[in-house]
Nanobody, 126 residues
Framework: QTQLAESGGGSVQAGGSLTLSCLHYGYRYDRSCMSWFRQAPGKGREGIVFIYSVDGSTAYADSAKGRFSISQDDAKNTLYLHMINLTPDDTGMYYC???????????????????WGQGTQVTVSS
């Protein structure tokens, strides 16, 4: 059974940084896509960073470019989201998601991903 568990959220002032972690285990895909989604208060869940597990190729939403980076540690079954220069607009619940990959393109919406964590809250104050 595939399970994802996020951690590392918290409260930070604008301009600060946070690193989120996603421990993942239980799935048997030879090729997989993993991603971080964000759901701001009163808004839908949007994908902000995507990574293809085989070669580590990544894609970023415009809101994440230049400030967020994704990395994976296969030995620890952990996916990371490194965030710097945070703004109040980055406030929201952050979710880790995974699915089997049919190609190197991992960009997708909520409906494209099969496995989800419970989320971790990030609050950025001005």
């Amino acid at each position: 059974q595939t399970q994802l568990a996020e951690s590392g959220g918290g409260s930070v002032q604008a301009g600060g940084s946070l690193t989120l972690s996603c421990l993942h285990y239980g799935y048997r895909y030879d090729r997989s896509c993993m991603s971080w989604f964000r759901q701001a208060p009163g808004k839908g869940r949007e994908g902000i960073v995507f990574i293809y597990s085989v070669d580590g190729s990544t894609a970023y939403a415009d809101s994440a470019k230049g400030r967020f980076s994704i990395s994976q540690d296969d030995a620890k079954n952990t996916l990371y989201l490194h965030m710097i220069n945070l703004t109040p607009d980055d406030t929201g619940m952050y979710y880790c998601a995974a699915r089997a990959a049919s190609s190197r393109s991992c960009v997708g919406s909520v409906r494209d991903y099969d496995h989800w964590g419970q989320g971790t809250q990030v609050t950025v104050s001005s």
